[in-house]
Each structure stands twice: as structure tokens, then as C-alpha cells.
């Protein structure tokens, strides 16, 4: 067992899937990761083994068929699927984040439909903010909803879909001013809308096309999509929770959870690049000694573990504080910030101690070195979640002056 980024009082189930979950990794996903990912390649039957697993219901509640789990276990156990290969990790947090959001915010019929089917598996969830021209300013969404009779139609154009291909159940947000007069604040007036949809690419049902994958730098093997919508019509009955003008706080619940789970993926990419490092540092041979005993090596090594420890310890206090009730908010975003930061420079480091080996696509490291980039600016930049802490530190220690 390795002796970084331990998790202390975790109880023997917790310990029993993380095990679990480790071997999946060791055995199943490290020895293809790379040659799917040089392919990108959608890994279908670690996506398969995951199922069996019963990961995809790990937070699901116990009635509606799932494990009944904590979000500590969850972003553990992201933290060995990214250790791994980071995009499976991608692939289990969308369909999460949407279980997430039906099981908090969800009608009772939603909840009755969904959960059961997304703890097989069997319905595979994808969650859609971002659009072509917005980025992190989820305000100046324009994609609407409006009521027709028992309906609404929905046009607009989404982007960066992650799962957007092989999902089945998609968590939109959308502008809706239906009830909600002139000059009402933006985030007051938005709707998450649950759209079911056939998996694959092209016009996926009437009125919704999912154009194709994003060729994209890392993060492959996962189909990353646009979405368009052009007169989609969804029933009032998913509307997510029966009312609208609810979506924006929605899908915020949902983030903050997701934020926890991408400094899980970083945490995992961090520990991948340190093993990777610190094993070749002691294979490889300088000046008549291994390159590990060059104290400027042992230095970097050092530096690597400490941030990984790091990392680690304050994903897992934000995984906490929500597990406990809390509003969690300042620590997923310092988690998120810091992990995400630390796994990059990690990364490089155990590029750098590769040398040019580092650069050919026969060494791992280059894969990560490829992946790291995305943590940085995948649920909310680096700047954004500055700017989440920052707020949030002034009202903790408002001047009482």
C-alpha cells in the first residue's frame, strides 16, 4: 500500500470498495489506458466493469437500487479511477452530478423513473450549462424555454457536453421567463430541463441534434459534444422539481459537488505522475549513480509528495464538510483550485525527470502531461474559484467596524 494520500477513519466498507476499486484500476484500466487514449477510443468495457461494480449507483440511495454511499467514498474512489485514466472518471462524474441533482431536487415521479435505472447504469446521465459564447459566465445564458400548452419548447446551443454522445438522460439549463417579470435577476429565471435522448450523434430525436466529438488535446476516449436544440419539445413533467426558475441554484448544487470530484481527479493524476517519476528516478542512471540520488531529484520528488499529500487532505475535508450538511462552497472551491494547480505542476515536474523520454508517447507520463490542463479550467477556472473563496472570506470575516 502506498504510504501517500491516506484517508484516515474510514470504515471497513469504505476500505473494502477502495480496494476494490484499485485492483479495477491496477488490472483493467493502467494496461490499456494509453492505447485507448492515443485512439480515442470510448472504453466500453471498463465502462461495462465499472457497472458491474455497481459505481454508477455508488451514491444513489439505498430504495432506489444503489450503494447509499457518502460523497467521501465517491471522490475516493475518483481519486484511483483518475490515477488510473482520467476520463473514466469524467465519464462516472456527469452521470453522477445529474443522480445527484434528481435525488435533492427531483419530484417524487423523477426520482421513482430515474434513480433505479441510472443505478444500473442502464441510464447514463450528462448535465449542459455552458454554451458557445459564455464560458464561466453562466448568467448570459440565451438557450430558452418556452410553455406551449403541457409543454416547452427548447432552442439554443450548448457546448462542451461531456458524455454528450453516449448519454441518455441530459440535465439542461435553460433561460425560462415564464412567471418571472421584466428585469428579474438572470439567475432567477432559469430551469433545468431533464432531456431523454437516444445515444449517438446526429438528430437524436426531434428537435435535438448532438453534431459529434470535439477533437480534443487530452481528456479523450470520452466524447466531449455540442448540443443543439431547435424546437425540442419536453413535457411540463420534467421540469426538474416541478417548478421553474429553480435551475440555476440546481445545477450550482450540482457543481459544488462536481467540484469536489474534479480535486479528486486531480488528486489521483498528481499520485499517478508521482509514482511515475519517483519509480523512473530510480531506474534511471546518471554520472554512475541512479538519478535519485541526485540531490536536485530528490528535491523534486520531495516537493511532488508534499503537494500531493496536500491535495489530497483538502479534497477530502470539502468531501466531508458536505457529507456532514455544511455548505461546503469555500472548501470544494479552495480543493478544486488547489488540487487541480498542484496536479499540473506535479505532473511537469515528473515530465521533467523523464526527460526526453517524457516527450514520446511510449512513456505515460505524456498522456498526463495532456490531461492536466483540463482540471484547470473544467468545472470553473482557477480565476472563478478565486473569486468563490474570496466572497466567501469576506463574509466570514466581515470588519465589525
Not at 531529484?297 to 499529500?309: G, N, S, Y
Amino acid at each position: 500500500m502506498a504510504r501517500l494520500a491516506q484517508t484516515a477513519g474510514l470504515t471497513d466498507i469504505q476500505q473494502e470498495i477502495l480496494a476494490t476499486v484499485r485492483d479495477f484500476v491496477d488490472k483493467e484500466i493502467l494496461p490499456v489506458a494509453t492505447e485507448l487514449e492515443h485512439r480515442d477510443e470510448y472504453p466500453t468495457q471498463i465502462v461495462e466493469g465499472l457497472k458491474e461494480l455497481g459505481l454508477f449507483g455508488l451514491m444513489i440511495p439505498e430504495e432506489y437500487g444503489g450503494l447509499g454511499e457518502s460523497l467521501l467514498t465517491y471522490a475516493l474512489c475518483v481519486e484511483e479511477i483518475a490515477r488510473g485514466w482520467m476520463s473514466v472518471s469524467g465519464i462516472i462524474n456527469t452521470h453522477f452530478i445529474v443522480a445527484y441533482m434528481l435525488k435533492q431536487h427531483g419530484t417524487q415521479e423523477q426520482k421513482d423513473t430515474f434513480l433505479p435505472r441510472m443505478a444500473l447504469g442502464e441510464v447514463r446521465g450528462a448535465f449542459s450549462m455552458s454554451e458557445p459564447g459564455l464560458g464561466s459566465d453562466v448568467s448570459a445564458i440565451t438557450s430558452k424555454g418556452v410553455k406551449d400548452g403541457d409543454e416547452y419548447v427548447l432552442n439554443g446551443q450548448k457546448m462542451w457536453l461531456t458524455n454528450g454522445g453516449t448519454s441518455t438522460l441530459v440535465a439542461v439549463l435553460c433561460r425560462s421567463d415564464e412567471g418571472h417579470p421584466e428585469g428579474t435577476a438572470p439567475h432567477k429565471s432559469m430551469t433545468t430541463f431533464l432531456v431523454e435522448k437516444e445515444p449517438g450523434f446526429g438528430e437524436v430525436r426531434p428537435g435535438l441534434t448532438i453534431p459529434g466529438k470535439i477533437d480534443k488535446m487530452g481528456y479523450k476516449g470520452v466524447d466531449t459534444t455540442e448540443l443543439i436544440m431547435d424546437g425540442l419539445r419536453i413535457p411540463a413533467n420534467r421540469v426538474l422539481g416541478g417548478t421553474t426558475g429553480r435551475g440555476f441554484y440546481q445545477m450550482m448544487d450540482g457543481v459544488e459537488v462536481g467540484r469536489v470530484n474534479v480535486a479528486a481527479r486531480g488528486c489521483g493524476v498528481a499520485q499517478r505522475a508521482f509514482e511515475l517519476g519517483v519509480s523512473y528516478a530510480q531506474q534511471r542512471h546518471t554520472f554512475g549513480k541512479p538519478i535519485a540520488q541526485h540531490q536536485a531529484i530528490q528535491f523534486k520528488l520531495a516537493e511532488m509528495a508534499t503537494k500531493v499529500e496536500a491535495a489530497h487532505a483538502m479534497m477530502v475535508n470539502a468531501a466531508r464538510k458536505k457529507d456532514s450538511g455544511e455548505r461546503n462552497d469555500l472548501e470544494a472551491g479552495m480543493a478544486k483550485y488547489l488540487a487541480s494547480e498542484y496536479c499540473k505542476e506535479v505532473v511537469e515536474d515528473a515530465f521533467r525527470i523523464h526527460g526526453g523520454y517524457g516527450f514520446s508517447k511510449e512513456y505515460e507520463i505524456e498522456r498526463l502531461y495532456r490531461e492536466a490542463p483540463m482540471l484547470l479550467i473544467g468545472e470553473g477556472t482557477a480565476e472563478i474559484q478565486k473569486m468563490i473563496i474570496g466572497r466567501r472570506l469576506l463574509e466570514e470575516y466581515r470588519f465589525q467596524g
